[in-house]
């Protein structure tokens, strides 16, 4: 059974991020939206350790365009179509509010 792991806030407000990594599993995905896209600013704490972990990571877009953060190779950028596709490819989704 597979979750989509999805944040949208900051990594560096609080811990959600690092909440969601040590419960995230072989066959889930983790969306990053919103502020959660900074976690992608290279020379940072989140972003090294989402590089290291090579999760199923996706982030949305139009809202790492619209906070000038590139995403990496080992990410895929995806449009709201897309990010609906994903969601129901999995068998849960779990916003981390």
């Not at 972990?53 to 190779?73: C, F, M, N, T, Y």
């Amino acid at each position: 059974m597979s979750t989509l792991h999805v944040l949208s806030h900051s990594p560096f407000g609080d811990d959600r991020l690092s909440s969601c990594l040590r419960l995230i599993g072989k066959d889930d995905g983790l969306m990053l939206c919103g502020d959660a896209v900074y976690a992608l600013q290279p020379g940072t704490a989140p972003f090294d350790t989402l590089n290291a972990r090579r999760l199923k990571l996706s982030v949305l877009a139009d809202d790492a365009q619209a906070r000038a953060i590139g995403v990496p190779d080992w990410a895929v950028a995806l449009d709201y179509p897309a990010f609906v596709e994903l969601s129901i490819h999995h068998d849960k989704v779990n916003s981390w509010l």
